[in-house]
């Protein structure tokens, strides 16, 4: 049963000295046999890192570093998923040759210039997820040779497609203990099995 009347409590001032403490857990260590999804980051725990197409490729820059994330759903005024646009997207060789095709400045391109459209993102289905381990999504990255993998599910109800989760090569590595290097994929899953074979 609810109380009506709340008693405040006594404070006190702050002593000198005190530190603040950082949160005791991290990511969960894990290994190749864990089920996937201990290193899926759950769209339904956290919220998506999103961005519109529209916006300048500054913005999405920023949108990035203000979330600590390397890849933002571009979605629609109405939520739905347009595409993706990652760090590589936005630092690697497409803007480059993008100016070099149209001229202009890079503060000139748009999230819509450079992200990867719906119509070329390939994802995986929750069901096929739920059966595989971190061996078999580090597998599975090495060979499309991406960062990031996208999960999707349906509502029960309604049968509507969303996005579930994500799968990170960086948070990946470091639940696996594993220093990764940012660069080409395929590099760090290489990386990845030498240091696991040690």
Do not use: W
């Amino acid at each position: 049963m609810e109380k009506s009347v709340y008693k405040p409590v006594p404070m006190v001032k702050m002593r000198e000295g005190v530190v603040c403490q950082p949160p005791a857990i991290g990511p969960k260590p894990v290994r190749m046999d864990t089920p996937a999804v201990e290193v899926m980051t759950d769209l339904r725990q956290v919220a998506a890192a999103t961005i519109r197409a529209d916006a300048s490729i500054g913005q999405a820059e920023r949108a990035m570093i203000a979330r600590g994330v390397r890849l933002l759903l571009v979605v629609s005024v109405t939520g739905e998923v347009e595409g993706l646009i990652s760090a590589r997207d936005i630092i690697g060789e497409k803007p480059i040759k993008l100016l070099r095709e149209r001229g202009g400045k890079h503060d000139d391109l748009s999230v819509a210039d450079l992200m990867v459209p719906r119509s070329g993102i390939d994802v995986l289905e929750i069901e096929t997820v739920l059966k595989m381990d971190v061996g078999g999504i580090v597998a599975t990255l090495k060979d499309v040779g991406r960062q990031h993998a996208l999960v999707v599910d349906n509502d029960r109800l309604t049968g509507e497609a969303f996005v579930r989760g994500i799968f990170s090569a960086t948070q990946i590595g470091r639940q696996l203990g594993v220093p990764i290097l940012i660069f080409e994929v395929a590099h760090t899953f290489a990386e990845i099995e030498r240091e696991l074979a040690k």
